[in-house]
């Protein structure tokens, strides 16, 4: 491997004396990007490095774009930093009275050709947005639980140290005391409770009961209607038409013919009869 190596090393050895030195490169300072200058000492600042007695140096060979002359007339000149600038070439000016690079502040109007542009807000997909906003509840909910858990910690902390100080033992004792206060008075309560909701109960069932006597006499007398119908048309029954009478019956409507050929007045009585033939 070292003997191909050694020709092209004798190579670039031999191409190196050809290529010309470099005198210059390429640099941007200040309000002038874009130029070159010889890669010897830095050159001068063009801001002061302390007060505003200083004069600031500049290059006397560019004026400024008419554009950044208009942007630095709105500015207020600040003090000690030369006269105001002009269209003079070679004008003193400092960093702090450009705002911006020839642009506009916040209070100029708008161009004329964004004069009637409207701001249209990108559109939004409903089911992300629906998806985003229940994201962010539960990020709210989370967060909430967190503070209000850190928040009785820190509140117990707080409580912990109260009870710490000279005063502790005065403090644990009215503590116990009203805690023993609370225990007697949860425990009345909860006799209370249970005792009302034992009545309840008993009443519950008492209710329960006299729904099932009422049930059971409601059918009871619909037994008992029942069979008087019952024996009513047992009773009716023997008169019925069956085959063994027919005849008999037959023979007993000839007998005693009836006539259903009337007319009657409003109190019932018969006012007109047809006879029958």
């Known amino acids: 491997m070292a003997p191909r190596a050694l020709p092209l ?31 010897g000492p ?3 600042p063009q801001c002061p490095a302390g007060g505003a007695g200083r004069s600031l140096t500049s290059r006397p060979a560019r004026s400024p774009p008419a554009a950044m002359l208009r942007a630095l007339r709105r500015c207020r000149p600040a003090l000690g930093l030369g006269p105001p600038l002009g269209p003079v070439p070679g ?19 708008p161009a004329k050709s964004k004069a009637s542009r409207l701001k249209v807000p990108p559109p939004v997909d409903p089911e992300e947005l629906l998806v985003v906003k229940e994201r962010y509840r539960q990020h709210r909910l989370v967060l909430g639980a967190l503070r209000a858990e850190f928040r009785a910690e820190v509140l117990q902390k707080k409580r912990e140290a109260l009870l710490a100080q000279e005063d502790s033992a005065e403090l644990r004792e009215e503590h116990q005391r009203l805690m023993a206060w609370n225990q007697e008075e949860n425990a009345r309560q909860r006799a209370r409770r249970e005792e009302r909701i034992r ?19 409601v059918m009871e007398a619909f037994l008992k209607e029942k069979e008087q119908e019952i024996l009513q048309l047992q009773e009716e029954a023997k008169t019925f ?25 409003k109190d019932g009585r018969i006012v007109k009869r047809t006879v029958l033939s």
């Open 9 to 39: 090393l004798l190579l670039l050895l031999l191409l190196l004396p050809a290529v010309p030195p470099c005198r210059a490169q390429h640099w941007s300072h200040g309000w002038y990007p874009g130029g070159k200058r010889d890669p």
């Open 42 to 44: 830095a050159p001068a």
């Open 91 to 109: 004008a003193v000016w400092g960093p702090r009275l450009v705002p911006a690079r020839g642009r506009k502040t916040r209070h100029d109007p």
């Open 199 to 217: 009545k309840e109960e008993e009443e519950q069932k008492r209710k329960k009961l006299r729904v099932a006597e009422n049930k059971a006499r």
């Open 241 to 265: 038409i069956t085959p063994e009478n027919l005849e008999a019956r037959i023979e007993e409507c000839l007998d005693n013919p009836r006539n259903y050929n009337f007319a009657i007045d």
